[in-house]
C-alpha cells in the first residue's frame, strides 16, 4: 500500500509543478507587444490545459487526502484554497474575455489585459510559493 501512495504524491508533484506554465505562458504573450487579438487568441488557447491541469491536481490530491483520512491538515487546506481562488478567477476571466472580444473600446480591453496580467502574475507566485514550501 505504501508504493500506491508514493505513487499517488508523485503524481501530483508533476500535476501541482505543471500548474505552472499555464500563468507563465499567458504573462509571456501578454507581455509581448502584440494584438489584442493575438491575445485573446493566447488566452484562449492556453485555457483547456490550465483547466485540465487543474482538475488533475485536484483529482490526485484529493485521492492522497482521502489515503489519509481527510485529517484535518493544514497544507491540504491551504493547496484546495489556493486551487478554488485560481478556479473562480479563471471562470471570471474567461467570461470577461468572452465579453471583451466584441468590445471596440481599446481602453477597456487594456484595462482587461491588465487585470489578467495582475491575476496570472498571482497565480504563478502562489504557485511557486505552494511548489517551493512542499520542497
Known sequence: MEFVGEELLTFHFIFSFLLIFPPFINLFYLIAPTSHTKKLKILAFVAPAYYTILAASLLSGLVIWAMLGFGR???????????????????????????????????????????????????????????????
Open 73 to 135: 491538515l493544514a497544507w491540504a487546506w491551504l493547496m484546495l484554497g489556493v486551487w478554488l481562488y485560481v478556479l473562480i478567477f479563471e471562470i471570471i476571466r474567461h467570461k470577461k474575455q468572452k465579453q471583451i472580444k466584441i468590445e471596440p473600446d481599446k481602453q477597456i480591453r487594456e484595462a482587461f489585459f491588465g487585470w489578467v496580467k495582475r491575476k496570472n502574475g498571482l497565480d504563478l507566485i502562489l504557485f511557486c510559493l505552494l511548489f517551493l514550501s512542499i520542497l
